[in-house]
Every structure is written in structure tokens, then in C-alpha cells.
């Protein structure tokens, strides 16, 4: 069985940027990523319905 190659973390970092994961924290070394598949906008009653949202 071939050994995997190693990464350093930033090529790790960049490719799941790549991939769609985005920055959410970081402390001290470890940073923290997170993949939203969609957002949810919350509309007020007041608020007029719009379609530039989709």
C-alpha cells in the first residue's frame, strides 16, 4: 500500500476554501470552518417581500 503525501495545513485550508468551506474562528492554532449548503433571510412583517433575495 502507497503512504499517503503529506500537506501542510494552509494547502489544507485552501482547498477546502475551494471546496466552499469559509473561515468561521480561530483560536490560537485552531481554526475553525464551516460549510453552508443555504441561508435563511428572515423577513419582519413590516418588511416588503423582494425578489432580488433569490
Known sequence: ?????????????????KLGFEEDRQKGSHLILIFTLFTIVMFKESQKFDKTYF
Open 1 to 17: 500500500m502507497k503512504k499517503l503525501p503529506s500537506l501542510k495545513a494552509k494547502d489544507v485550508v485552501r482547498i477546502l476554501k
